[in-house]
């Protein structure tokens, strides 16, 4: 079975750039979240999708935007890069928010 | 909001060696969970482990959610176990998962 997918797994963007990572659940997860993990941190909550709706959200600028679309993959938007945007992002799926989450192996952004 | 603390921070260990990491929170929690990053940034899912002892290898992870901590065991260590630990909690309330800073482990052969 294939685990979960995100793309692509390095990017190099400019600032002000726009940009879009995507993430594919594991078949049959109908939950996504989106976390931000800066160097030398724990990663950080930055959204929820269950059921193609928006469950939660943490403390991110409106920059930061996101969906999941009816086969439940998603999609991560951030608008206005800035240099502190440079990070790794984590997609997680479960089959609900009540079981435990798989993380996929990651976009690693750098903001120049 | 809930605090996560992860000790020991650092911890170096020869080869074979057993180790304990630790994670403390602050309030009750519905999922815990343990994960190993590897230096390529793969968060892999070691144990779900809101309450009770599970074992896998030469892993195992006991949580006494009513003491607010959970220890994860890794015995007669190996290289490849090298990495950073992370614990995971999520609350009845709230859909996201809290992560503690980490213990950083190096397995020197």
């Known amino acids: 079975d294939a685990g979960v997918t995100q793309s692509p797994t390095h990017l190099i963007k400019t600032r002000g750039q726009h940009v879009t990572l995507r993430c594919s659940p594991i078949s049959g997860h109908k939950s996504v979240s989106w976390y931000q993990q800066v160097l030398g941190q724990g990663p950080q909550f930055i959204f929820q999708y269950y059921e193609k709706e928006e469950r939660g959200r943490g403390n991110f600028p409106d920059r930061f935007s996101a969906r999941q679309f009816p086969n439940y993959s998603s999609e991560l938007n951030v608008n206005a890069l800035l240099l502190g945007d440079s990070a790794l992002y984590l997609c997680?799926?479960?089959?609900?928010?009540?079981?435990?989450?798989?993380f996929g192996s990651g976009t690693r952004l750098t903001v120049v | 909001g809930i605090q996560v603390e992860q000790s020991p921070p650092d911890l170096i260990l020869q080869e074979g060696a057993n180790s304990t990491l630790r994670c403390n929170f602050s309030?009750?929690?519905?999922?815990l969970q343990w994960f190993h990053q590897n230096p390529w940034g793969q968060l892999i899912n070691l144990f779900y482990i809101p309450s009770g002892t599970k074992q896998n290898g030469r892993l195992s992870a006991t949580t006494v959610a009513t003491e607010r901590y959970s220890l994860l065991y890794i015995s007669s260590s190996q290289t490849t176990d090298s990495g950073v630990y992370f614990c995971a909690l999520r609350m009845d309330s709230s859909y996201k998962l809290i992560f503690g800073s980490g213990t950083r482990l190096l397995v020197r052969p």
């Open positions: 997680a799926s479960s089959l609900s928010i009540l079981y435990g989450y798989t």
């Open positions: 309030d009750s929690v519905n999922n």
